[in-house]
């Protein structure tokens, strides 16, 4: 008898996020189909270490479908590791099911103390969900000469999945692009689409997130992919944790408590929670019947019930982003078009 198989690629598998998206995707999943985990990680020992991670949660489960693991070496902060990226799987997959865009690259320095103190007490519930006081770094440019926020959160990955839509198509693939509650338009100026002049250019990749779905979804719905925006809401993240000493941290993780108990249907808190949107989207929304042009979020009851909630998008931009992004791929296809590496080791 042939058994169902289902190949998916998590990027940024070593996050909070990323991690619990592999959790629920293997416990929602049909639990007979022989599932393939590929974590993506830029080091050889982080990529071990998640797998390890998700073997020993499979190993607790009573799943009765196998679970394979692979890996993929990945920054997408540096183009030619994006290519090796897209040989890789091109050579080792005829078929990826679904693909996960968990990229959130930030350049933060630190946090407006004074600042972060004075939003709490004025506005807490705003503090803790449009926070302005965390200090980002302006003009950081990659290797590759863009804006790195840019690159890692948005282009790179962009750039994967248009060399490997072949395999996409195969699988009839859904894309999930994780974007953020924070994706505001005023984070994000269309003459500075890379980010490089931008106080906040981890808000303003989102933003872009945003606008590039709304530009590409039904070119690859015509190519039998469905493409989904979500958003996980506010949970702990891990990247975040060494600005905070012992009192901030449980002061902050008080505070998320605080605003879920007066109704913010946001603040999910845990990743697992967090992961409710990537994982609703890529198995249980019915393409034939909802919108793909809203956003999908994770969100929570006082009670701490999970649920799904879709977000309108403001579309202004949307064409300027595509004809940039488009254009750029092209500008990077012909940089591209003679290098080959190959960086595959044993985990």
Do not use: C
Not at 26 to 34: A, F, M, T
Not at 44 to 57: H, Q, S, T
């Amino acid at each position: 008898m042939d058994v169902d198989r289902k190949v998916a690629v998590i990027t940024g598998t070593n996050s909070n996020l990323g991690l619990n998206t592999a959790y629920r995707l293997i416990q929602e999943l049909d639990q007979d189909v022989r599932l393939t985990i590929v974590v993506t990680s830029r080091t050889l020992p982080r990529a071990r270490e998640v797998i390890d991670n998700i073997k020993d949660f499979v190993g607790k489960s009573s799943r009765p479908g196998l679970v394979d693991y692979d890996y993929l070496l990945v920054d997408f902060t540096d183009m030619v590791s994006t290519l090796n990226a897209y040989y890789e799987l091109n050579k080792h997959y005829k078929e990826i099911n679904y693909f996960f865009v968990n990229a959130a690259q930030g350049v933060y320095s630190g946090i407006d103390w004074l600042g972060a103190v004075k939003e709490v007490f004025t506005n807490p519930i705003e503090a803790v969900t449009n926070p302005t006081y965390k200090i980002q770094r302006v003009g950081v440019k990659s290797q590759d000469g863009m804006g790195l926020v840019f690159q890692a959160n948005v282009f790179g990955p962009y750039y994967l999945i248009q060399k490997i839509l072949p395999q996409l198509q195969a699988g009839k693939a859904v894309v999930v692009w994780i974007s953020s509650i924070m994706s505001d338009p005023k984070y994000l100026s269309l003459e500075d689409i890379e980010l490089v002049k931008s106080p906040a250019s981890y808000e303003g990749s989102k933003r872009l997130v945003d606008l590039l779905h709304l530009a590409t979804y039904k070119e690859l719905k015509g190519q039998g992919i469905h493409q989904y925006v979500v958003q996980p809401g506010i949970f702990i993240s891990h990247s975040f944790f060494k600005y905070l000493n012992v009192l901030s941290y449980y002061g902050m993780l008080l505070l998320f408590y605080f605003a879920r108990f007066l109704g913010s249907p946001w603040h999910n808190i845990d990743g697992y929670r967090a992961a409710n949107a990537p994982v609703y989207v890529a198995t249980l929304a019915n393409p034939t019947f909802e919108q793909q042009n809203v956003k999908y979020g994770s969100a929570t009851y006082k009670d701490g019930m999970e649920y799904i909630r879709t977000q309108e998008i403001e579309a202004t931009g949307v064409h300027d982003v595509y004809v940039y992004l488009k254009k750029l791929k092209d500008v990077w296809d012909d940089k591209l078009k003679d290098q080959i590496t190959n960086s595959r080791q044993k985990v």
